[in-house]
């Protein structure tokens, strides 16, 4: 496949896990040494999956983009919490689980399917007087976000392994995963974090059709070579 980065593409990313959405857009920026890029939705450091890039003129179409549903998979572990609602910070809190029954477990998630307010993390890049948000988290500052309405199209059960519990999610832009495995914590009386998250999907574009950085650097690599450049 022919690529035309400078006139403009729309890239399927599959982030690797510890790389934040900026340090992708980074890297793809300079192996391609194209002057207009950016991504449509952030990932956390902490998740994987579907990041999607635009070059030249399709960074018009980055609000279209990342406003499409999205769809995940990833895992929860009931019974502990953390402050970030995820592995980014230690456990503060365990409790015991021994009570609950896989129909709890599917009830609870039932009750999130719809339209819902939900409160982002206080570890999240939400704007607050001015600061990111999980600049006062890290700095011991707490701060007070507001919820938002989002919708749950679909929340499945998929596997249940002792405290981690696998899910799919399908929502809508501005839904954090990681506040949902929270509430759904809480909704149980036992807490819970995100252990792991995937995004799978955004809108018609699919995780399956991603490219990796390394296809990213091949390509250019395979273009400079055609052109009779050094890489």
Same mark, same amino acid.
């Given at each position: 496949m022919a690529y035309n980065f400078e006139a403009g593409e729309i890239l399927l990313i599959n982030k690797p896990i510890d790389w934040t959405s900026f340090d992708v857009v980074k890297k793809?920026?300079?192996t391609l040494r194209v002057k207009k890029i950016g991504h449509a939705g952030t990932l956390d450091p902490l998740a994987t999956g579907l990041l999607i890039l635009c070059t030249g003129k399709y960074t018009k179409r980055i609000d279209e983009i990342q406003g499409q549903e999205k769809e995940y998979t990833g895992t929860m572990t009931i019974g502990q919490t953390t402050p970030s609602y995820d592995l980014e910070? +230690?456990?503060?809190?365990?409790?015991?689980?021994? %009570?609950?029954? +896989?129909? %709890? $477990?599917?009830? *609870?998630?039932?009750? #999130? =399917?719809?339209?819902?307010? &939900?409160? +982002? +993390?206080?570890?999240? *890049? @939400?704007?607050?007087?001015?600061?990111?948000?999980y600049d006062l988290a890290r700095g011991g500052k707490t701060a007070e976000i507001k919820p938002r309405t989002i919708t749950i199209k679909a #929340?499945?059960?998929? !596997? /249940?392994?002792?405290?981690?519990i696998s899910f799919k999610v399908v929502c809508t832009k501005g839904t954090y995963i990681r506040s949902l495995a929270h509430d759904f914590g809480q909704k149980l009386?036992?807490?819970? %974090? $995100?252990?792991?998250? =995937?995004?799978?999907? /955004? !809108?018609?574009?699919? $995780?399956a059709d991603s490219l990796?950085?390394?296809?990213? &650097?091949? @390509?250019?690599?395979?273009q400079l070579e055609a052109n009779g450049s050094n890489p």
């Open positions: 793809v920026r300079n910070t +230690p456990v503060s809190e365990a409790k015991d689980i021994s %009570h609950l029954t +896989p129909e %709890h $477990l599917y009830a *609870a998630a039932a009750g #999130f =399917v719809g339209t819902i307010e &939900q409160v +982002p +993390p206080l570890y999240s *890049a @939400i704007w607050v007087e001015g600061k990111r948000a #929340f499945e059960i998929t !596997g /249940i392994e002792g405290a981690v009386g036992v807490g819970a %974090h $995100l252990s792991s998250l =995937v995004r799978t999907r /955004i !809108g018609e574009y699919k $995780l990796t950085i390394e296809d990213i &650097q091949a @390509i250019r690599k395979a």
